[in-house]
C-alpha cells in the first residue's frame, strides 16, 4: 500500500470515530460520528455554515480528524453552534446561597 492510499485510509477512520455522546437534534435525527456532523453542517443552507459559530465547529471537526484529538472538541463546537440562538435566563427563584459562617448546635 502507498504512504499516500495508507494516509487517506486513515483518515477515512478517523471520521468514522464516534462522539462520547450522540447529538440530538430538533428534527429527532442522530449525530453519532464525526462524519454524521460533517455530512449535516454540509447539508445545511448557503448562509448557515458562514456564522462564526459553525466555522469553528468545521475547524474543530477538521482539527480533531487530522490531528487525532478527543472527539469531545468537536462535540462542543457542533453544540454550541447548533445552540448559538438560545439565550441563557437567569432563574431568581433558585435557592439562595449561605455565604456566610454556618452556625452549628453547638455554638447556640
Not at 464516534?18 to 445545511?44: E, M, N
Not at 465547529?57 to 477538521?62: D, S, Y
Not at 482539527?63 to 438560545?86: D, K, W
Request: hydrophobic share 40%; net charge positive; glycine share 6%.
Amino acid at each position: 500500500m502507498s504512504p499516500g492510499a495508507r494516509e487517506m485510509s486513515e483518515r477515512s477512520s478517523e471520521w468514522s470515530r464516534k462522539f462520547d455522546a450522540p447529538i440530538a437534534l430538533s428534527d429527532g435525527r442522530k449525530l453519532v460520528t464525526l462524519h454524521d456532523a460533517a455530512t449535516y453542517i454540509t447539508a445545511l443552507p448557503d448562509e448557515e455554515p458562514s456564522a462564526a459559530e459553525w466555522q469553528a465547529a468545521i475547524e474543530a471537526l477538521i482539527l480533531v480528524v487530522e490531528l487525532g484529538g478527543p472527539t469531545m472538541f468537536a462535540r462542543i463546537g457542533v453544540m454550541r453552534a447548533l445552540n448559538r440562538s438560545c439565550v441563557r435566563k437567569f432563574n431568581p427563584s433558585r435557592k439562595q446561597h449561605h455565604w456566610g459562617r454556618r452556625k452549628l448546635k453547638r455554638d447556640q
